[in-house]
């Protein structure tokens, strides 16, 4: 067992032996390391303010993304490779082509968000040398300025883009040096503290286990995208906190017949391509989850463990059929993952028990889609989501699974609605009758995202979409991009 937290920042190899569970990125870079380029906007992963990139040898090859260092905890960059805007440059030592295009086209007038965007767009020039629009805009979709209207930053990506020297780059020339300096890090139980508060990361899955037997009242953090706001918005004690993002063991993305299973540390952007090529009716709908940069550290297991009612991925994951395996040094179990909700802020979870891989039945010919309401289009929590599986003969309904979220204490499906369907012709009049029974489903409650009357209109209007979506009605009924 290790008792040193080892990373890379920029040229830099970081050695530490003190380290609190709650100590952030963001704190580290600007109080410990002087690298102030990097702001605190929001404290909440919302603004993209204080975007870096961090390097991660997953499978062995070196990949950079873009996050939120104001909700990334100190603890868990352990074996990557932390990238400020500090470190930009061109080849001549002078601007780096991202940066001479944001002055070029006016991208900056205050200057407050200017590095983060900076950041995203480095992101994106190395990750798409030839991005169009709705790539730039994917890319800005964890971003906010308040200056520019964008227009100009758009405008700088394009430029950036044509410029070109990716080949040049310094995260291209270094990359061999770093993938062997982080494969040289020790792939052991790394243990640090700082006084009582203490940080664990495991070795691997059994060593989980083993850590959570240890310490039942552990606080398992994968992307920290929700844990890091109980810590900078409610000042939250997380210790001990138990860092899983990065245990390889949990990253696994395996497809056998009929079946794709998703490792519980696997993000969201780490995930967009199998949805990309198995349900690509949901792809609008995963790439309105958070920003780039929380879809970057977020992860699937995550977002189902925390048992949220407003979290994404679970109405698709309830309608798609899917399971969800639980393990413990005491062994495994697996349960649909709708029955791991139980009621508001409880979960059929164990003490010592974590969330280890969810399996998803692969869609067949089955009509799914997948709906999410919010007060802005982008990189905002859900009012209401819904998810549809729909198997039919033809003409007639065989099987229809319906699940919200936003609607009740947890998600859920919709039993009333789903009555209504199955055994129905595939017809108009058969989801307007759904749609007036969904009222029976949920008694959803008023806050700031939406009142109830609003979110019952929603939920009875999903399904008149998805006929209209699955008949060929010609309605535009998302933005055109």
């Not at 029955?339 to 280890?356: C, L, T």
């Amino acid at each position: 067992m290790g008792h040193e937290l080892r990373f890379l920042l920029n040229d830099t190899e970081i050695r530490l032996t003190e380290a609190g569970s709650r100590d952030t990125l963001l704190d580290f870079l600007r109080l410990n390391r002087r690298l102030t380029g990097t702001k605190e906007g929001c404290a909440e992963g919302d603004c993209g303010a204080c975007t870096v990139l961090v390097g991660r040898l997953h499978h062995g090859a070196l990949h950079y993304e873009p996050i939120n260092a104001c909700i990334r905890f100190l603890a868990s960059c352990h074996g990557c490779h932390i990238v400020t805007v500090e470190h930009l440059r061109g080849a001549n030592g002078g601007l780096h082509p991202v940066q001479a295009a944001m002055v070029e086209h006016h991208g900056s007038q205050c200057g407050f968000c200017t590095p983060g965007f900076v950041m995203a767009l480095y992101g994106l020039w190395m990750q798409n040398p030839r991005p169009d629009m709705l790539a730039i805009e994917t890319a800005l979709q964890g971003n906010l300025c308040r200056c520019t209207g964008y227009e100009p930053i758009v405008k700088a990506a394009f430029a950036a883009s044509e410029a070109g020297g990716q080949h040049m780059d310094a995260l291209t020339v270094e990359r061999d040096r770093v993938t062997a300096a982080l494969a040289a890090i020790p792939r052991e139980r790394v243990e640090v503290a700082r006084g009582e508060d203490r940080a664990i990361l495991p070795a691997d899955a059994a060593d989980l286990a083993q850590v959570l037997a240890e310490n039942p009242k552990a606080t398992i953090v994968a992307g920290a995208t929700d844990v890091g706001l109980w810590v900078t918005k409610f000042l939250r004690d997380i210790s001990p906190a138990v860092f899983i993002g990065d245990l390889q063991d949990l990253k696994k993305i395996e497809i056998t017949p009929g079946h794709i299973t998703i490792g519980a540390s696997v993000t969201y952007s780490e995930f967009e391509p199998f949805v990309l090529a198995h349900f690509p009716e949901a792809l609008d709908y995963w790439r309105r989850i958070g920003g780039w940069q929380v879809r970057n550290a977020g992860t699937i297991g995550g977002n189902v463990a925390n048992g949220s009612p407003i979290g994404e991925t679970p109405p698709l994951l309830i309608a798609l059929g899917a399971t969800m395996r639980l393990r413990s040094v005491e062994g495994s179990r697996e349960l649909p993952v709708e029955d791991y909700f139980i009621d508001y802020g409880k979960q059929d979870r164990r003490p010592g028990e974590f969330v280890e891989a969810i399996t998803v039945p692969l869609k067949g010919e089955a009509r799914i889609a997948a709906y999410k309401v919010s007060k802005r289009h982008h990189a905002d929590i859900t009012a209401s989501a819904a998810a549809f599986r729909v198997e039919t003969d033809g003409a007639t309904i065989i099987d229809a699974r319906v699940a919200f979220g936003g609607m009740a204490a947890t998600p859920k499906r919709a039993a009333a609605a789903e009555a209504a369907l199955n055994g129905q012709p595939f017809t108009a009049e058969t989801f307007e009758a759904a749609a007036k029974a969904v009222a029976n489903d949920f008694q959803p409650l008023s806050d700031w995202r939406a009142s109830k009357e609003y979110r019952q209109q929603l939920a009875a209007n999903f399904f008149r979409r998805f006929w209209l979506e699955q008949s060929g009605a010609e309605h535009r009924l998302r933005r055109a991009e």
